[in-house]
């Protein structure tokens, strides 16, 4: 079993992941997960920890605000994170088959000239995405899309009968019959209250909690 804590959207907001690390330190957790609009700043303080990133819009534009001797590294990150199940991205987890890293999604996005939402979708309002990322889930038979972006925690959900369900926590037991999206929110600018958000995920018990850390920062 392993206990991913799951976060996003950092945004350089180096005092708001500081308090997010120090709370999930009091937490049983195994392994983190970044989901990509990071940063430069914050990759220190993430760097001691068992973590795995993967590249947001911030980081396909701003690939150059990081370190030199650290860019080949962060250009290297994936599209994609997986495990037995579970996937997670910055936004869908509808990607081209070209985009396998940063560096490829950088001389995809100039070759190809997309717009950022074409690639970015945002799971909360593009419905056409939303449904495109519940057929991928199936298509790839795995549960549950993880994912940050909107800067909003949600939870979406498709039962066995196929039913739209939006579901609200704390905790969500993810039964094997559903396909399941979820927005881990912002640990650095959130847009859904005064409460920096990030996920914890049982990969064995597919359990997740919806996880809010109250702050009277006013930077946001």
């Known amino acids: 079993m392993t206990t991913y804590a799951i976060l996003s959207d950092i945004h350089n907001e180096t005092a ?3 308090t997010v690390l120090a709370y999930l330190a009091r937490r049983q957790v195994d392994a983190y997960l970044q989901l990509g609009d990071m940063g430069a700043r914050p990759l220190p303080m993430l760097d001691p920890l068992p973590v795995q990133h993967t590249f947001g819009n911030w980081e ?3 690939l150059h605000k990081f370190p030199p001797e650290r860019q080949p590294e962060v250009a290297a990150w994936p599209a994609r994170l997986a495990g037995p199940g579970w996937v997670a991205s910055h936004a869908s987890p509808v990607f081209p088959p070209e985009c396998t890293d940063l560096a490829a999604t950088q001389r995809y996005m ?3 000239r997309p717009r950022w939402m074409q690639l970015f979708p945002s799971l909360l309002h593009d419905e056409n995405a939303v449904w495109a990322a519940f057929a991928q889930l199936a298509t790839e038979n795995q549960r549950v899309a993880f994912h940050g972006h909107t800067h909003v925690q949600a939870v979406q959900q ?7 369900h939006r579901l609200k926590g704390p905790i969500i037991q993810l ?4 396909l399941t999206l979820v927005g881990v929110g912002s640990a650095g600018v959130p847009r859904d209250g005064n409460a920096l958000r990030c996920v914890l995920f049982d990969d064995e018990a597919f359990e997740i909690e ?5 702050t009277q920062s006013a930077t946001y």
């Not at 498709?158 to 739209?164: F, V």
């Not at 039964?175 to 559903?178: E, G, K, N, R, V």
């Not at 919806?210 to 109250?214: E, G, H, Q, S, Y």
Request: charged letters at 25%; hydrophobic letters at 45%; aromatic letters at 4%.
């Open 60 to 62: 396909v534009s701003r």
């Open 158 to 164: 498709l039962d066995a009968d196929n039913a739209y």
């Open 210 to 214: 919806l996880v809010a850390i109250p």
């Open 110 to 112: 100039a070759r190809h």
């Open 175 to 178: 039964a094997p019959d559903t």
């Open 16 to 18: 708001h992941l500081e």
